[in-house]
């Protein structure tokens, strides 16, 4: 399998995975607001569970947003600029993001690690083990530095047509 396969797999493994946690998330929602004021016999477990899926939703879709460059940017300048500057300014902000994210991998893992061997819990009703939430910061910010390091690779490779600035 080539790189390129790889990183569009784990893109589309990610978003799928992604998705099917905000659905969860809404669905269990949904099901806390009809259960506590149509029923008056709210959950223990909806609003907490639905925290976990959001949380690993968010951060396992980082790295297709950026594969997409489906990514918040703030371009008003940028567009401003002649086509090979604009591919350095994307180099340098994807190198940015790229070591924050590798930061914050490392970090992340220790968080988790430690949680993970203390057999810490989010000290709920459900008692659910932590590590579990905390492990979703350095696998999303793992796969995010990893596109990173992809979208960097592409970058510079990406032909330059003077006519037309960037083009892929």
Not at 18 to 23: E, I, K
Not at 83 to 109: A, C, E, K, N, P
Not at 147 to 161: A, D, G, N
């Amino acid at each position: 399998m080539s790189v390129t396969r790889l990183f569009d797999w784990l893109n589309r493994v990610g978003t799928a995975l992604a998705s099917c946690l905000f659905v969860a998330a809404g669905a269990m929602l949904t099901y806390e607001v009809i259960a506590r004021y149509f029923f008056t016999k709210p959950t223990s477990w909806a609003a907490e569970l639905s925290q976990m899926c959001l949380i690993w939703g968010a951060l396992l879709a980082m790295a297709s947003l950026l594969s997409k460059r489906q990514h918040i940017q703030v371009d008003a300048v940028v567009q401003l600029l002649p086509g090979h500057v604009v591919r350095w300014v994307d180099m340098l902000v994807l190198m940015v993001v790229g070591i924050f994210s590798g930061v914050v991998t490392w970090y992340g893992f220790e968080i988790f690690y430690d949680s993970f061997i203390r057999g810490r819990t989010t000290g709920s009703m459900l008692n659910i083990p932590i590590w579990i939430v905390e492990l979703a910061v350095p696998v999303g910010f793992f796969m995010l530095t990893l596109q990173c390091v992809y979208e960097i690779k592409r970058t510079l490779f990406r032909v330059v047509s003077p006519a037309e600035g960037v083009s892929s």
